[in-house]
């Protein structure tokens, strides 16, 4: 089974620009969830979303936003960048409601290092 | 979620066990106990889950104790390459359609020494 995969890698922007990350899920998985990742700190829940709908979101402001394909792949994006979205974007896949026994796993991703100038 | 503590850091020498503890003593009935891992410059990788009994598999044990208020992860011969921050985290078992939200502490940061 193919991992996930995030593009791209690295990326710099400016302030006030806007930004698209793109995950593509792990083969059989229906859910997705994107995750902040501050130098030091442990990853911060954004949001979630399964079968195309959000259904789940952290104490993220409304500049971020997402969008799941129907292929489940998902995109992340963020407007008007600030200088504190520099961070490690984190797209993880599961596959809740699925078939398989290894519905409690989260894969993650290699992350999208975003830094805001 | 249940809030976790977890030392910030350790040592193990490779080869030796290494026995990671984390508190959660808010821990619900419904929550289960997840550990993660994230090598440098990687995303998060799964360990191992459990709820209420003692769990092994090929990675690593989870030790849980009977009131379920801590736990300790064993990774019974470190190498080097499990020098990585581990992440102890609680949470409901995901349902179908449910919400799969994981809360991320600091962790604890483990060296492995040669």
């Known amino acids: 089974e193919t991992g996930v995969t995030q593009s791209p890698t690295h990326l710099i922007k400016t302030r006030g620009q806007q930004v698209t990350l793109r995950c593509s899920s792990q083969?059989?998985?229906?859910?997705v969830s994107w995750y902040q990742q501050a130098l030091g700190q442990g990853p911060q829940f954004i949001f979630q979303?399964?079968?195309?709908?959000?259904?789940g979101r952290g104490n993220f402001p409304p500049r971020f936003s997402g969008l799941q394909f129907p292929n489940y792949s998902s995109e992340l994006n963020v407007n008007a960048l600030e200088l504190d979205d520099s961070a490690l974007y984190l797209c993880?896949?599961?596959?809740?409601?699925?078939?398989?026994?290894?519905?409690?796993?989260?894969?993650f991703g290699p992350g999208t290092r975003l830094t805001v100038l | 979620d249940a809030k976790t503590t977890q030392p910030t850091s350790m040592d193990c020498a490779e080869g030796r066990a290494a026995n990671l503890p984390c508190n959660h003593s808010?821990?619900?009935?419904?929550?289960?106990v997840y550990w993660y891992r994230q090598i440098h410059s990687q995303g998060p990788q799964y360990i191992i889950h459990?709820?209420?009994n003692n769990e092994t598999n090929e990675m690593a044990s989870l030790i849980i104790t009977e009131d379920r208020k801590s736990s300790t992860l064993i990774l019974p011969h470190a190498t080097l390459r499990d020098t990585a921050v581990y992440y102890c985290?609680?949470?409901?078992?995901?349902?179908?359609?449910?919400?799969?939200?994981?809360?991320f502490g600091t962790g604890t940061k483990l060296q492995v020494i040669p």
């Open positions: 993880a896949s599961s596959s809740l409601g699925g078939t398989s026994g290894r519905r409690d796993e989260q894969f």
């Open positions: 083969s059989g998985h229906n859910t």
């Open positions: 979303y399964y079968r195309e709908e959000e259904n």
């Open positions: 808010t821990i619900s009935g419904n929550e289960y």
């Open positions: 459990g709820l209420k």
């Open positions: 985290i609680v949470r409901p078992y995901p349902i179908s359609g449910g919400y799969q939200k994981v809360t």
